[in-house]
């Protein structure tokens, strides 16, 4: 660089046009390959949302609740009986409340007979 200012003409000259080439590299099989992707691509999106979009929640099943709950141990039972309980009687569970925090626990039986009732 000389420092001098080029004129209009020279930096015309100067400037190259752009030639893309005819064809991308790699040919038709690139562009196909590339199409198929996006294809693929656009269907699993599609099948995720067509999923999510018609997709139920299942309804609450206490008795399979009940059976679940019979297998776990004594404390865990104890416990699963009771957000049971807080979810389909939360008025029973408030008058429960106060007896979770006495050093002795909650009698088992009573607890499942508890929740046979409002369940």
Same mark, same amino acid.
């Given at each position: 660089?000389?420092?001098?200012?080029?004129?209009?003409?020279?930096?015309?000259?100067?400037?190259?046009?752009?030639?893309?080439?005819?064809?991308?590299?790699?040919?038709?099989?690139?562009?196909?390959?590339?199409?198929?992707?996006?294809?693929?691509?656009?269907a699993?999106?599609?099948?995720?949302?067509?999923?999510?979009?018609?997709?139920r929640?299942?309804p609450?099943?206490?008795?399979?609740?009940?059976? %679940?709950?019979a @297998? *776990?141990?004594?404390?865990?039972? $104890?416990?699963?009986? !009771?957000? +049971?309980?807080?979810?389909? #009687?939360?008025? %029973?569970?408030e @008058? *429960?409340k106060?007896?979770?925090? $006495?050093?002795?626990? !909650?009698? +088992?039986?009573?607890?499942? #007979?508890?929740?046979a009732?409002?369940?």
């Amino acid at each position: 660089m000389t420092g001098e200012a080029i004129t209009e003409e020279t930096l015309q000259a100067s400037l190259h046009d752009i030639r893309l080439p005819s064809e991308a590299p790699g040919g038709f099989a690139a562009e196909l390959a590339a199409t198929l992707a996006l294809a693929c691509l656009g269907a699993l999106v599609l099948g995720a949302g067509m999923r999510l979009a018609t997709v139920r929640a299942r309804p609450p099943d206490p008795q399979s609740d009940l059976t %679940r709950i019979a @297998a *776990l141990p004594e404390d865990a039972r $104890r416990v699963a009986l !009771l957000t +049971l309980l807080k979810t389909h #009687a939360p008025d %029973r569970f408030e @008058a *429960l409340k106060q007896s979770l925090y $006495r050093p002795e626990p !909650l009698d +088992l039986a009573e607890l499942q #007979a508890e929740v046979a009732r409002h369940v």
